[in-house]
């Protein structure tokens, strides 16, 4: 008789608020590691009026989370002029350090948070709502337009659509 045994972990997660930043699809190191999606991420901390940013350097490893971070990289770039702010999860994150400057007179060892992102809850760009987990709504610029209202609309019938949404 054969038995299986299934691994075991215990995954320590935290849910934060923040910026998205560097964007991007990491090439894996020789043959056998394949590319990834990876991601900054500036979580906010403290007083809402002066927070403190945390940075968490992440892996994407939910499903969702790849597919959103696919298409905001498709999307948006690393374009700096683009702000994307959202609600993510994040698990197994560790502190490690990198090094800036390196191999300068001005070499630093600067902190650094790494990671996994699991899942990812919201996401705005340029206070805009792009995703919401919530209603599983994600809002396009192509579906944006599609819901323009024809111009025998008033403007009261259409501010009270848009907050509708």
Known sequence: MTQTTTAQYFDMTTRVVGYFNRLRV?????????????????????????????????VVKGTKAKELIQQLIQEFGDSKDTKIFGSVEIGDFHADYWIANKGTPE???????????????????????????????????????????????SESETDSETEAA
Do not use: C, M, W
């Not at 894996?28 to 403290?46: H, R, T």
């Not at 994600?138 to 337009?145: D, E, G, H, L, V």
């Open 107 to 153: 070499e630093e060892i600067k902190p650094v948070l790494k990671g996994r992102l699991l899942k990812v809850h919201t996401i705005k760009v340029d206070g805009q709502q792009y995703y919401d987990a919530k209603t599983e709504s994600q809002i396009t610029p192509a579906a944006s337009t599609e819901d323009v209202p024809s111009d025998s609309t």
């Open 26 to 58: 990491v090439q894996g190191k020789g043959k056998k590691q394949p590319e990834y999606l990876a991601l900054d991420f500036s979580a906010l901390n403290g007083d809402a009026d002066a927070p403190e940013y945390r940075r968490f350097n992440l």
